[in-house]
């Protein structure tokens, strides 16, 4: 760790949180840190306990057991102080419908404790950031899905908070919105810790630094996407097309002298075309190997592929494998 980049801080801290709905356990023994700079998605089916996680985050009630801790504000000790340095973009927006964007955002700022004379300038900005310059006499219940959500985002970001949360973002938007929302997202990530839900798998990839895969009220696996792929397969896999049969033995005698290779399959021949596949470690990407010695022997290669697992992939590997409960790094 050098002097001048000190170890980003822990904004977010669940520590052993579990949430009983009467008897049932909506959360159980979840635990979590997320640091500043991170965007982590938490990720699940409906059910998993995604918005039981943001509710209990953003104080909204407390949990059953264990402790919520931001910045190092334990929840239940300085709900006050706690709950100000959070932005929080609640599942379903409850807004005001016979209010103006303007009004209803400055009413927010008033709330949150915006000075008197910062009021204007801060409301601009926010409106500004979220792309609602041309919409504050709009009343709200008018607006779209998608400027609501926006609206929403303002309100949330109102006071500067350090950590923002917010429960599926982007879901009921059409892909345009989705696209905008996800480039606020990312801007907002930087200097930030952001915890989004979501149950759009792609939606992770595109926009998290790490996941946290939730189901049952319990966290399955957490790690970059990277980390989660090479926790279920050490391997993955090389797909080769080359023009004809002639290349293919050619090929064949260059793959077989390569280390790290395993389970060298010759498939299906299209047009002449063939097709060969094996298995590699991950740790060592020989794409640009073979693709030299290729050249080097005149074999014609028409495509090589690295096929990395995908987080869908992953995701029913957790689960079809029984690593319910099962915690990773
Ligand atoms: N207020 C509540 N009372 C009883 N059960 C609830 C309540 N809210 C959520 N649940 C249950 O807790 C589980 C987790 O819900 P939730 O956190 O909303 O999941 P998600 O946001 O991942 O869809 C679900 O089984 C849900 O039915
Ligand atoms: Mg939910």
Known sequence: M??????????????????????????????FEVKEGEI???????GAGKTTVMRTLSGFFPPTSGR??????????????????????????SLYPDMRVIEYLRFVAKLKGVPAHELRGHVRSKMSFCGLLDSGHRLIGRLSKGYRQRVGLAQALMADPPVLVLDEPTTGLDPTQI????????????????ILSTHILPEVSMLCSRVMMINQGQILASGTVRELASCLEDREAIHIKIKDKQDQDRALKILSLLPGIWNLKVSEEVRGETFIS??????????????????????????????????????????REGKLGRRFP
Not at 40 to 46: A, D, M, R, Y
Not at 182 to 193: H, K, S, V, Y
Not at 280 to 293: A, G
């Open 2 to 31: 050098s002097m001048n980049h000190p170890e980003p801080s822990n904004l977010i801290r669940f520590e052993n949180v579990s949430k009983k709905y009467g008897a049932f356990y909506a959360l159980r023994d979840v635990s």
């Open 40 to 46: 982590v998605g938490l990720l699940g089916p409906n």
């Open 68 to 93: 919520v801790f931001v910045r190092d504000l334990e929840m239940a000790k300085h709900p006050h102080k706690a709950k100000r340095a959070i932005g929080y973009l609640p599942e379903t927006v």
């Open 179 to 194: 696209k905008e929302i996800r480039e606020l997202i990312r801007a907002l990530g930087q200097n930030r810790a952001v």
């Open 278 to 319: 094996f298995e590699t470690s991950p740790d060592e990407d020989l794409r640009p190997r073979i693709t030299k010695l290729f050249v080097e022997q005149g074999v014609s290669l028409l495509e090589i592929q690295r096929l990395q697992l995908t987080l869908e992939d992953i995701f029913l590997g957790l689960l």
